[in-house]
């Protein structure tokens, strides 16, 4: 089964327009089943990402730490 690590949420707001960018990064290691699958057989994995807004409900605050959920599929 894959593999997922040092997930990082990075978020940037824009208070003016009341938006915001997120980015997420993570590492992602393979066993060698898994890997050797990708090369002969063309088998495909899929990063889904939810950012989970874990704050009370309103406004989100200032500095607000959200939720990271990172789930590989195939």
């Given at each position: 089964?894959?593999?997922?690590?040092?997930?990082?949420?990075?978020v940037n707001t824009n208070r003016p327009s009341?938006?915001?960018?997120?980015?997420v990064s993570?590492?992602?290691?393979?066993?060698?089943?898994?890997?050797?699958?990708m090369n002969m057989l063309g088998l495909q994995y899929t990063?889904?990402?939810?950012?989970l807004n874990t704050a009370p409900q309103g406004p989100l605050p200032f500095g607000w730490k959200g939720?990271?959920?990172?789930?590989?599929?195939?």
């Open positions: 089964m894959a593999t997922i690590s040092n997930p990082t949420l990075t009341d938006q915001a960018s997120v980015v993570c590492d992602i290691q393979f066993t060698e089943v898994e890997v050797n699958a990063l889904h990402c939810q950012v939720g990271l959920v990172l789930l590989a599929r195939r």
